[in-house]
């Protein structure tokens, strides 16, 4: 069975402009969380999606948004990009969302914002 | 904030030793303990998953949960230099006011093992 794959793996931006990031899940994973990850803060989360709607949602500002489409995959986008955005961004799929699932992670997009 | 605390290392061990890692966390109300371990430069990847007081064991890996002292821990038997990464502590957190529960991090330990 295929992992999680995301798309683009490296992205080099600058400041103020957006950002999409792709996210495919596992086969048969209908939840998608999407997870910051940098050297100071560690890995934090954003949002989590299941059957295309946002079931939770991290403390970031409203820069940060995503979807999900019919078929589980998700996209997640950050619009006027900041220096600080500059994280590896990663998706984890989950078979479900009830309170034991366990999720797994895509090898993530390495985003730097000059 | 519920959080979810573990020493940062570095913990440094020689090879064939055991390598105990901690994690505590601060929501009484947590049911589903997981560790991760992550490679210099790559992503998380699930080694061990827990829910239930007591040990759980897989190959060299024994999990370790706690409830009433809000602890878990990993054990790693007869470590290897290929076990050398950081290891993520992750319990899911309940959201309260919701039915959300978040999988919330720990900023892991690196481990080092030594040949």
């Known amino acids: 069975k295929a992992g999680v794959t995301q798309t683009p793996r490296y992205l080099i931006k600058t400041r103020g402009q957006q950002v999409t990031l792709s996210c495919s899940p596992i086969s048969g994973h209908r939840s998608v969380s999407w997870y910051q990850q940098t050297p100071g803060q560690g890995l934090q989360f954003l949002f989590e999606?299941?059957?295309?709607?946002?079931?939770n949602k991290g403390n970031f500002p409203g820069r940060f948004s995503g979807r999900q489409f019919s078929n589980s995959r998700s996209e997640m986008n950050v619009s006027t990009l900041e220096l600080g955005d500059s994280a590896l961004y990663l998706c984890?799929?989950?078979?479900?969302?009830?309170?034991?699932?366990?999720?797994?992670f895509g090898p993530g997009t390495r985003l730097t914002v000059t | 904030q519920k959080e979810v605390e573990q020493n940062s290392g570095p913990l440094s061990v020689p090879e064939g030793a055991i390598a105990s890692l901690n994690c505590t966390y601060s929501?009484?109300?947590?049911?589903?303990f997981f560790w991760y371990r992550q490679y210099s430069g790559k992503s998380p990847e699930l080694i061990m998953s827990?829910?239930?007081?007591g040990d759980k064991e897989d190959g060299r890996f024994t999990a370790q949960l706690n409830k009433a002292s809000q602890y878990v821990s990993l054990l790693i038997r007869d470590s290897q230099p290929s076990d050398s990464a950081t290891y993520l502590c992750?319990?899911?957190?309940?959201?309260?006011?919701?039915?959300?529960?978040?999988?919330?991090f720990g900023k892991g330990t690196l481990l080092t093992v030594n040949p």
């Open positions: 999606y299941f059957s295309e709607t946002q079931r």
């Open positions: 827990i829910y239930s007081n």
């Open positions: 929501d009484r109300g947590s049911q589903s």
């Open positions: 992750a319990v899911n957190i309940y959201e309260s006011g919701g039915s959300n529960y978040k999988l919330t």
């Open positions: 984890a799929s989950s078979w479900n969302r009830d309170r034991g699932y366990e999720q797994y």
